[in-house]
Nanobody, 130 residues
Framework: QVQVVESGGGLVQAGESLRLSCTASGLNFDASAMGWFRQAPGKEREGVSCINYSGDSTAYVDSVKGRFTISRDNAKNTLYLQMNSLKPEDTAIYYC???????????????????????WGQGTQVTVSS
């Protein structure tokens, strides 16, 4: 049984930082691209950042480039998203996505293709106050 569990969300002020974590079990973690997606109230789900199976390819939506960093530890089956200089417009529920098909494409391929991920976490709320 595959489980994808996010943690690390919370309420912060603009300019502060948060680190999201996602642990995935029951799947071949190091053979899967991983991704972070977010959905704000009244808006469509958006790809925030993706990383390929080995960690040497990453991709970001333009609005977070230079502020967010995605990384993974395949030995711990864990995905991270370091979010710095947070802005009120980053407020959303953040979802971890796992189990990519195909498995070995570059990170940019998955950023706009959430349907290529089979497994999703329950989401973690990030709220940034101004």
């Amino acid at each position: 049984q595959v489980q994808v569990v996010e943690s690390g969300g919370g309420l912060v002020q603009a300019g502060e930082s948060l680190r999201l974590s996602c642990t995935a079990s029951g799947l071949n973690f190091d053979a899967s691209a991983m991704g972070w997606f977010r959905q704000a109230p009244g808006k469509e789900r958006e790809g925030v950042s993706c990383i390929n199976y080995s960690g040497d390819s990453t991709a970001y939506v333009d609005s977070v480039k230079g502020r967010f960093t995605i990384s993974r530890d395949n030995a711990k089956n864990t995905l991270y998203l370091q979010m710095n200089s947070l802005k009120p417009e980053d407020t959303a529920i953040y979802y971890c996505a796992a189990g990519s098909r195909p498995a070995y494409y570059s990170a940019a391929y998955y950023l706009t293709r959430p349907g290529n991920f089979y497994y999703w976490g329950q989401g973690t709320q990030v709220t940034v106050s101004s």
